[in-house]
């Protein structure tokens, strides 16, 4: 016999001589207050009369007809508790009511039977019957409860008990520190908390299902409290201008944060009046031919996002080389007079047989151009063709008057985190042509990177919504190294596929397995499963419940398994986030792992909005008689841009014709 069935035998030992000295109490109470008719039955115990007499003289026990009634219910309570039986299908919390309800009211409110003007004997017995009865309810009302009791331990079918766990109560703040209040569920009531995101600059991704309240309770927190904490700060908002009225409204109502107060830029291509001008491939800030190759790969990914999967094959790198080459050709011509954009497409567009003599007289190029004028020179004109189309057709996509105007001049820099000059700039997309505003922003994003990515700038922030809308090239670079620079990344998306179908495999590793901290709405599927075992296991019960006709028999165990399992994470309601944050050497956080609801004040939000202000007019394009010549001034410098580009082939047709040893030259190759 195991030691576990000799500790149930003892504890039934037990609960029977409770329950047997219970029924003792109540015979007592009855042979005490019914002594006269019990006398007259012809009944005589003198040792009882002396025991009970004694009772009474040293404990009191019968001054009242309560005393032992109650001390019978409570020896019946406590011997109920260790019942064992089986649980009837028939047990209910009404059925354990009714019947202790019946047995209160029998067994304790019966005293008036005694006072009642009927023979002693006939009082006697219904005092009996009553008692009897009362006792008998109080039994099975108490038997049925601790039964159901038992087996509730089972009613928690969603394992919420086992699955909640203490979170970070501590508010943990600093300079630059993001700071959520939340609410969290544990010990079954919910409890005040905080998500302290005391290292930003590790990286940071919001991870949700649209609606989830990803923007709404991160994204929106991040951008204020950065701006609040004197960030300048790179925003990709996606569905403009959600995300630039929030950064532009608080940095007007929050410049306290700021040494030098940053001016507000943003780039806007549907309404050029609520749009600052800024070239993305100034020359002044292209030191190498590699920077022109990083910008042409960037617009080209960005339109072709197949061919992030296609890396490194002909055609994929053709067009690459073809316009990075076009790019840095307009870097060196005229000490970069024509170094835009708009310059560069309109030059692509220009015919072959112009454009290869051009840019091949330049020794620069030489060996860039190698394999396209191999193949003019050898003949394969098809090959050739298809070279050149492989970058014309995307590109001729981006031919826009308002794309030109607003990049083919600069109002402003794009080192953001310049400390004399430290900027907010908000880049706009927009859903129903993302597409094409996605590449030019690519190349935005790619420049920014390289330039606030240095030693001894301004602490900074880049924040991308909807990330897998635009190629972000070196995105999986700036977390890596972007830490000791003191550059905030936070991305939003709304799967981990998302940024595999658009970043390939690797690169969307790199990126998941690099940040430091991470916020999950509802996601379903493999990111559910990731985020699952990312957050690890912990150690919880498991009860084993076994029924049959004679008995009950219940197990124990205890075994590790997920922490928040993916099931829970794929029932995330809206404001429910689950994630984890990192900390610092002097920043120590215990429970790095949550699972609560982000408090957001919706009323406060509410007033914030009400207040806030448009994104003002930039750029007035009316003139002195009230007239509106947008229109009409975006479609002059759209004109003038293509007049410009075939002045410059007509001039360097002439120069290469006018010069004998080029010309020579050129005939040779």
């Known amino acids: 016999m195991s030691q576990q069935e000799d500790d149930l035998r003892a504890l ?44 009474d003289r040293t404990a009191g026990l019968f001054r009242s007809i309560l005393y ?10 406590l011997s109920c508790l260790g019942t064992k039986g089986v649980k009837g299908e028939k047990i209910t919390w009404g059925r354990i009511w009714t019947a202790l309800a019946a047995g209160f009211v029998l067994f304790f409110l019966n005293w008036w039977i005694l006072a009642l003007p009927l023979p002693v004997e006939a009082v006697t017995g219904l005092y009996v019957l009553t008692v009897g009865a009362g006792y008998v309810c109080l039994l099975m009302g108490g038997l049925w409860t601790s039964r159901l009791l038992k087996h509730n331990l089972m009613d928690d079918v969603f394992n919420n008990e086992n699955e909640s766990f203490m979170q970070e109560t501590r508010l943990i703040e600093s300079e630059y520190s993001v700071n959520l209040p939340t609410r969290f569920y544990y ?64 940095l007007l109502n929050h410049p306290e944060g700021y040494k030098v107060k940053p001016k507000f830029y943003v780039i806007n291509f549907d309404d050029p009046r609520r749009s600052h001008r800024c070239n993305p491939i100034h020359p002044d800030f292209m030191e190498d031919i590699t920077d022109a190759y990083e910008s042409a790969y960037t617009i080209m990914l960005n339109l072709n996002k197949s061919w992030v999967q296609k890396q490194g094959d002909f055609f994929v790198e053709s067009p690459i080389i073809l ?48 394999p396209f004028m191999d193949a003019w020179l050898g003949g394969a004109a098809e090959q050739l063709m298809g070279q050149i189309a492989s970058a014309k057709i995307p590109l001729s996509r981006m031919i826009s008057p308002q794309l030109y105007w607003v990049m083919s ?69 700036l977390i890596a190294t972007a830490r000791s620079n003191k550059v905030a990344v936070c991305l939003g998306f709304q799967d981990f596929s998302q940024l595999v179908r658009d970043y390939g495999d690797k690169e969307a590793k790199v990126v998941m397995n690099t940040v430091g901290n991470i916020f999950s709405g509802q996601v379903v599927g493999e990111t559910a499963k990731t985020l699952s075992e990312r957050f690890g296991k912990v150690l919880q019960k498991r009860q084993s419940i076994s029924i049959n006709r004679q008995d009950v028999s219940t197990s124990i165990n205890t075994q590790m398994d997920a922490l928040i399992p993916p099931s829970k994470i794929s029932g995330l309601t809206q404001g429910m986030f689950v994630g984890s944050v990192s900390d610092n050497f002097n920043e120590r956080i215990e429970q790095k792992i949550f699972h609560c609801e982000i408090v957001v004040d919706a009323e406060k939000v509410k007033r914030e ?61």
């Not at 030992?13 to 008719?37: G, H, P, Q, T």
């Not at 560069?344 to 290869?356: G, H, K, M, S, T």
């Open 68 to 77: 032992t009634k109650l001390f019978a219910v409570l020896l019946l309570a």
């Open 323 to 370: 316009f990075a080459s076009i790019i840095w050709y307009l870097k060196i011509y005229q000490n970069g007079k024509y170094c835009t954009f708009p310059h560069a497409i309109e030059f692509l567009n220009r015919r072959y047989e112009d454009i290869f003599p051009i840019l091949t007289s330049y020794p620069e190029l030489e060996n860039y151009l190698s």
């Open 609 to 669: 909005e009400k207040a806030y202000k448009k994104i003002p007019v930039i750029t007035d394009f009316m003139d002195e008689n009230g007239n509106d010549r947008m229109k009409e001034t975006v479609q002059e410098n759209y004109r003038r841009i293509k007049e410009e580009v075939k002045h410059i082939v007509q001039e360097e047709l002439e120069r290469i014709a006018n010069d004998e040893n080029l010309k020579h030259l050129l005939q040779q190759k």
């Open 187 to 250: 010990k079954k009531r919910w409890n005040d908390g905080w998500i302290n995101v005391v290292n930003p600059f590790r990286a940071s991704i919001v991870l949700g299902t649209p609606g989830s309240g990803k923007s709404y309770a991160v994204v929106n927190n991040f951008i204020k409290q950065q701006i609040e904490k004197g960030f300048s700060m790179y925003v990709y908002d996606f569905k403009f201008s959600d995300l630039s009225t929030i950064a532009y409204n608080h």
């Open 409 to 477: 001049d600069s109002e402003f820099t794009l080192d953001i985190n310049n400390p004399e000059e430290p900027k907010i700039l908000c880049v706009g997309n927009n859903p129903d042509r993302q597409n094409i505003y996605g590449a030019a922003l690519g190349l935005y994003n790619s420049r920014i990177v390289k330039l606030i990515n240095k030693k001894g700038m301004l602490k900074s922030s880049v924040i991308i919504d909807e990330l897998p809308t635009i190629y972000f090239k070196g995105l999986d670079n």
């Open 12 to 55: 039934a030992k037990i609960m029977d001589f409770l329950r047997a000295v219970s029924i003792i109490l109540v015979v007592m109470n009855v042979y005490w207050f019914c002594y006269e008719a019990i006398r007259l039955w012809g009944v005589d115990i003198g040792v009882v009369d002396r025991i009970l007499m004694n009772f």
